[in-house]
């Protein structure tokens, strides 16, 4: 079983491929000549053409404190696949606008790990890939399909996994797909194969376990950039709440200063906090959810200090004590 970091990792391979950031890029608003999948978005590019794409924005819209919900009425001509769409800049504006949303952060997650992770990754394991990289490579098909396709065409070629071992069986797998999309009927899948060449050079490093530092097509993929997705959602309001490893190793941070205990409420018309730091009193959970004001993260900027270490250590406590 992959470890939380190693699914960090393959899942920001496929991130950079479909954004060109590790994190992904949660308002990224795209439409390809030629891609069947017609008006794409988000961190994974769920697409118009696939239903995917009103799918997901219904779920947002449905849920709580959802900040953009002028996309509901969006939501017909969604269902529809009105590939009009493809060119109302308007929706294109407000998709970019909610992709900075902590609830549509929240819900894109959710989204993706249910529908494309969580799949991919159960379907290679069924057919026997255990290793980082057979399992990146297995997701990165899943996105962006005919997985099952290439899966058999290397079978016929190259013997089953189980005969051959999956090392030996995973480096035709990407040459097999490599060909396919560089041939296929439709050519905007030809210059993808830049994906496979990612793998391939992969595979000739021996990466199998994603080792860090890795680098994606000039993208550094390391422990801090796969952090900063954390740390952005802990400091977003989230429906249901970001859990993690990253979100326990604040909160073990927290309980080891032994000088704040943290009681907060929240109204998210006014986004006021209140802190109690008796250290006569557990730490307790949040009464609400937390939502941090739009704007840059401290420190983005080359002008805007930071505040002083204990209001830092507060306003993380306020976003994930009782996210577990």
Not at 241 to 257: F, H, K, M
Request: charged fraction near 20%; hydrophobic fraction near 40%; include cysteine.
């Amino acid at each position: 079983m992959l470890s939380a970091l190693q699914k960090r990792t393959a899942a920001g391979i496929v991130n950079v491929f479909e954004t060109g950031r590790v994190l992904g890029d949660y308002g990224a608003v795209s439409v390809l000549p030629g891609d069947t999948g017609h008006l794409s978005y988000g961190r994974s590019q769920v697409t118009l053409g696939s239903g995917n794409l009103y799918l997901m924005i219904e779920l947002y819209c449905s849920t709580p404190r959802a900040a953009y919900l002028e996309l509901s009425s969006y939501l017909p001509r969604m269902q529809q696949r009105d590939f009009a769409l493809d060119t109302d800049m308007t929706l294109r504006a407000v998709l970019e606008q909610a992709g900075q949303d902590g609830v549509m952060r929240a819900v894109q997650d959710q989204f993706f790990d249910a529908n494309d992770w969580s799949p991919a990754a159960q379907s290679a394991a069924n057919f026997g890939i255990s290793s980082a990289l057979g399992t990146s490579v297995g997701y990165d098909s899943h996105v962006q399909g005919a997985w099952t396709i290439v899966r058999d065409l290397t079978t016929a070629q190259s013997g089953a996994l189980d005969v051959i071992g999956e090392n030996d069986w995973i480096r035709p797998y990407v040459t097999v797909r490599r060909d396919w999309l560089a041939n296929n009927p439709n050519p905007a899948l030809h210059p993808t194969v830049y994906r496979m060449d990612c793998f391939l050079s992969l595979i000739e490093d021996s990466s199998w376990v994603l080792a860090l530092p890795i680098n994606i097509r000039g993208v550094t993929i390391d422990e801090d950039t796969l952090l900063g997705a954390a740390l952005a959602r802990i400091l977003s309001l989230t429906v249901p709440p970001i859990t993690g490893d990253d979100v326990r190793a604040v909160q073990r941070a927290l309980i080891a200063a032994e000088q704040i205990s943290v009681w907060t409420a929240f109204s998210a018309r006014k986004r006021r906090r209140r802190l109690s730091n008796s250290s006569n009193n557990k730490v307790s959970p949040p009464m609400a959810s937390l939502i941090r004001p739009r704007g840059p993260r401290w420190g983005s900027s080359p002008t805007r200090e930071k505040p002083p270490w204990g209001a830092t250590l507060a306003s993380l406590a306020c976003g994930v004590l009782g996210a577990r």
